[in-house]
């Protein structure tokens, strides 16, 4: 019986995306993405209205995706002119960037950002993640070397005629899961953490030494991070996708790895470490269940 679950689960899991093209190639659900709200960091002087402004127009010079009809949209019932725009470039998957009004302007993702040397503030970041965890898409608007405007966008599906195949679809959906959480182990990153030298060791004794392990992307934004009070060394470790910050933060790499031991002061305001910390950083790139077992020294 246990044999024919597991042929039945490799069966749904191989096939359910071919039956779901079978079904949905003339049905189905379509994304729609809204233009739902803009944020301006508060010591910028542009309003929403101006924002709009020059959001759309590098959308009008760019192909029309989904974000880019999103803006044109909002900026349409918004009566928003189009500003003057030279020297546009599109940058695929990522978003653009122009000389718009006399001001060298980039709009798109956090990794255009983190290419172009453009900052993200902190409040930021943390928006960010309370967007993405509601199931929102959030674009960057920066120039002058600092994002200044955040605009968010609304994910929703739009439901075409296909009430069968929908049906039959999340049944299959359903079991092939099922299957497939039986014979697929959780992703993992896992390792051993040592502590090198003797101008730490004195903290192993100390009742509020703390040992951190945060895993970054590869912009440097934290995706999981572990703590551990007075920890023994070596220290194993194992960090799944339950230790994510934000439950829906991609969970396949590539990521960086970094640990760092130090006593606390403060347990409410431990990260960042303190100048004096043990650190350890892997130095290559980490992919969870992919790489091997970290071994990682505190220095």
């Known amino acids: 019986m246990q044999i024919y679950l597991v042929v039945l689960a490799i069966v749904l899991c191989v096939g359910a995306p071919a039956l779901a093209w079978a079904f949905f190639r003339r049905g189905g659900e379509r994304e729609q993405t809204p233009l ?22 590098l959308a009008r010079h760019g ?19 189009s500003a003057d725009v030279k020297y546009f470039q599109e940058f695929p998957n990522l978003g653009a960037g122009a000389v718009v009004d006399g001001r060298a302007v980039v709009m798109g993702s956090a990794r255009l950002m ?7 503030p902190r409040i930021m970041t943390r ?18 070397g600092e994002a200044r405007a955040m605009l968010i966008f609304e994910k929703r599906s739009k439901r075409l005629n296909r009430p069968a195949a929908a049906a039959i679809f999340i049944l299959l959906g359903s079991l092939a899961t099922t299957g497939c959480n039986r014979i697929t182990p959780a992703r993992t990153i896992k390792g ?5 030298g003797s101008r730490h060791q004195h903290l192993i004794n100390k009742p509020n030494a703390v040992c951190y392990m945060v895993i970054k992307d590869r912009w440097g934004i934290p995706v999981a991070i572990r703590r551990w009070l007075n920890p023994k060394f070596p220290l194993y470790f194992r960090i799944t996708s339950d230790d994510r910050l934000v439950a829906s933060r991609p969970w396949q790499g590539p990521f960086q790895a970094e640990a760092y031991f130090f006593e606390s002061d403060n347990a409410e305001r431990e990260l960042p470490p303190p100048p004096g910390a043990a650190r350890a950083i892997h130095e290559k790139a980490v992919y969870p269940s992919v790489t091997g077992n970290l071994e990682m020294v505190l220095q």
């Open 127 to 144: 928006e960010t993640a309370e967007e993405e965890a509601h199931g929102r898409r959030v674009v960057y608007l920066g120039w002058e």
């Open 36 to 57: 739902t709200g803009i944020r301006i960091m508060p010591y910028q002087r542009e309003n929403e209205k101006e924002i709009l402004k020059i959001a759309g127009s």
């Open 63 to 81: 192909r029309s995706g989904a974000i880019g009809a999103a803006i044109l949209k909002a900026a349409s019932a918004n009566d928003v002119a």
């Open 192 to 196: 051993t953490l040592t502590l090198e």
């Open 114 to 120: 983190a290419e172009c040397s453009v900052e993200l």
